[in-house]
């Protein structure tokens, strides 16, 4: 099959348009014909080696996979060859404690396609049975390539972490990302107010056609002043972040008492400074969180089904230029997610 692999860590060059082996399925796994792969900032990580994963080399990365089932091991009674599947991004034993609780990325053995199994850059990926989810509704192939990694990490944030309540108001930095409008859509679910921020006025008029009621420029906009001007001096209930160091201080000065700090990632920088006082004496939490369960991935896909959460692409590029794709990603000219097509 033709893939995009590397086969040492780097930048874009280092990823190859290639011919690789046919994924070879177990009796419990299923083979996908990729649709369509959608991009994640994880694959730039893995690519640049920066995760602390020791990577099999060479590699396929790709988290985000929707397809058709080409072929089923002889333990597979639920999935069916021609099945229209999305896969559930992480990987996690199934029998563990953390497991059986529905807390899949706290098990030991978590990982997800295309970190320390191959992933969706490719014309075929192996899966096992259990990640196989059906496609809701009549989502489309790219549709659903684009939702399941950060629709369940911002659900998971949410929902589960910050336990988000009706009606609270609720800051969401680097709103054109991935997650950020995926965000966006859960908290109106919940009919909380939403403060959008990003970069540019374009993104956040997106940001606003996807239901954010007040938006913030950080490039000529202080966050923190402006959260307190819209809130009348009394800060969001919760901060949804992974943008970490550029945006902390002002993120954590934003948040109401009781405010609840909820982060993903640290795509500027994982340093930050924490006032104590203000942290004990506001009655504050910070918390982080990381992907999310199968069970919250089904949960918010039922919303996706019924386009109550829409998936936004950006873009879409031929697998055989998948460097271009991630180049794009690294320039951050993006809102949504952008995917490949084999
Ligand atoms: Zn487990």
Not at 10 to 24: H, I
Not at 82 to 93: A, E, K, T
Not at 198 to 213: I, S
Not at 290 to 305: N, S, T
Request: proline share 4%.
């Amino acid at each position: 099959m033709k893939a995009v692999r590397f086969h040492e860590y780097g930048g874009v060059e280092v990823l190859k348009y290639e011919d690789a082996p046919d994924p070879q399925i177990e009796g419990n796994e299923v083979l996908l014909k990729v649709k369509a792969c959608a991009l994640n900032h994880v694959d730039l990580w893995l690519r640049k080696g920066t995760t602390g994963w020791k990577l099999p080399m060479p590699h396929i990365v790709g988290s985000d996979i929707s397809g058709e089932v080409a072929a089923v091991g002889g333990l597979v009674h639920r999935v069916k060859v021609g099945d229209r599947v999305l896969l559930s991004p992480g990987i996690s034993c199934g029998q563990c404690e953390q497991c059986f609780k529905g807390l899949d990325s706290a098990c030991r053995s978590y990982t997800l396609f295309g970190a320390m199994v191959d992933g969706g850059y490719a014309e075929y990926v192996k899966s096992p049975e259990m990640n196989a989810i059906p496609i809701p509704g009549d989502l489309s192939f790219d549709e659903a390539a684009a939702v399941p990694l950060v629709s369940v990490t911002a659900w998971h944030m949410l929902m589960t972490r910050a336990q988000l309540r009706p009606g609270e108001d609720v800051l969401v930095i680097a709103a054109g990302s991935g997650v950020g409008s995926a965000a966006i859509q859960i908290a109106k679910l919940m009919a909380a107010r939403v403060i959008a921020v990003a970069g540019a006025d374009a993104k956040l008029e997106k940001a606003r056609a996807l239901g954010a009621d007040e938006v913030i420029n950080h490039r000529r906009q202080s966050i923190a002043k402006e959260v307190k001007q819209l809130t009348g001096g009394r800060g969001v209930d919760v901060v949804l972040d992974h943008v970490g160091t550029a945006v902390w201080e002002d993120c954590f000065e934003s948040l109401a008492t009781y405010g609840r700090f909820v982060t993903c990632g640290v795509t500027s920088g994982h340093e930050a400074k924490l006032n104590l006082q203000a942290l004990f004496g506001r009655q504050r939490t910070v918390m982080g969180s990381f992907m999310g369960g199968k069970g919250e991935l089904m949960e918010v896909l039922k919303f996706i089904g019924r386009r109550k959460v829409r998936a936004v692409i950006d873009s879409a590029f031929p697998l055989s230029e998948a460097a271009a794709a991630q180049k794009k990603m690294e320039d951050r000219d993006l809102f949504g997610k952008i995917l490949l097509h084999p």
